[in-house]
């Protein structure tokens, strides 16, 4: 632990480092990412198999949906891991939106610059990391939408599939079986994409490594 360095600007309390080393990740987060990520690969692959079983010879059909299954249940109770530690930690401020419409878009387009080209010339990121408000518009935004929409919505209606007659009347006023069943395949699509854009964007660090073993440490360097 050491002393605040001022221009963070952040409760002395908030502020820990090691080595010049920000605290940005506590454990609980560190755990469920890894967790989760390992969980979402395991869903794509046994979903890709549920879906286009004609395809593919890797396991039985049988196997790819009990592995779906218990996977999903898995990765389930550990969404509520990381939204019990943020609900009933002082880091829920990392998931606040930012409520002054053109400071959001001022501050995203200047990070849209940074992506699209200051990055290439070796420039700075715009947006300052510190352990309450550690993500930039871009990641805020797109974590927000994320964590608390599409993944709440894959969630149920995976859960709706998994039991169809228990849920018949959920289902039934949804549309049918097809709606859900479509929804679910649609935002299966979208994190295939999402996981391969995040895992390239999470090596845009100081080095391809940065940003990963931060998320293993917890510790961030100063960008
Ligand atoms: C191969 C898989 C993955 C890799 C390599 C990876 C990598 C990373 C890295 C390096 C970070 C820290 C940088 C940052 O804050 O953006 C991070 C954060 C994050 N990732 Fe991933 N990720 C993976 C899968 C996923 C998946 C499937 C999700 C979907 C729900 C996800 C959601 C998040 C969220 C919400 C954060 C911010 C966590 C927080 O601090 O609250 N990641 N990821």
Redesign the pocket.
């Known amino acids: 632990m050491s002393s605040i360095p001022s221009e963070h600007n952040q409760p002395e309390a908030w502020i820990k480092t090691k080595d010049s080393e920000l605290y940005i990740?506590p454990l609980p987060?560190r755990i469920w990412?890894w967790l989760?990520?390992l969980g979402?690969?395991t869903l794509i692959l046994t979903g890709t198999h549920i879906r286009y079983a004609h395809l593919f010879n890797l396991m039985t059909f049988e196997t790819a949906v009990k592995t779906h299954n218990w996977v999903a249940f898995a990765v389930i109770a550990n969404y509520f891991v990381?939204l019990g530690f943020?609900i009933f930690s002082d880091r829920i401020t990392?998931?606040h939106p930012e409520l002054n419409v053109k400071k959001f878009f001022d501050n995203a387009f200047k990070q849209m610059m940074y992506y699209g080209y200051g990055i290439f010339r070796g420039e700075k990121s715009p947006h300052k990391v510190v352990p309450h408000d550690?993500?930039n518009p871009m990641?805020s935004i797109t974590?927000q939408i994320?964590?608390l929409l599409v993944?709440p919505i894959q969630f149920a209606t995976g859960l709706m599939m998994w039991d169809v007659k228990r849920f018949e009347g959920v289902i039934a006023l949804l549309g049918g079986v097809e709606v859900v069943n479509t929804v679910h395949v649609l935002i299966y699509i979208f994190?295939v994409s999402?996981?391969m854009i995040?895992?390239y964007?999470?090596a845009l660090g100081h080095t391809p490594a940065t940003?990963?073993r931060?998320?293993f440490t917890g510790y961030e360097e100063e960008h």
Do not use: C, L, P, S
């Open positions: 990740n987060v990412h989760n990520a979402f690969v990381w943020y990392n998931y550690k993500f990641q974590y994320i964590m993944v994190f999402f996981t995040h895992a964007m999470g940003h990963f931060e998320m």
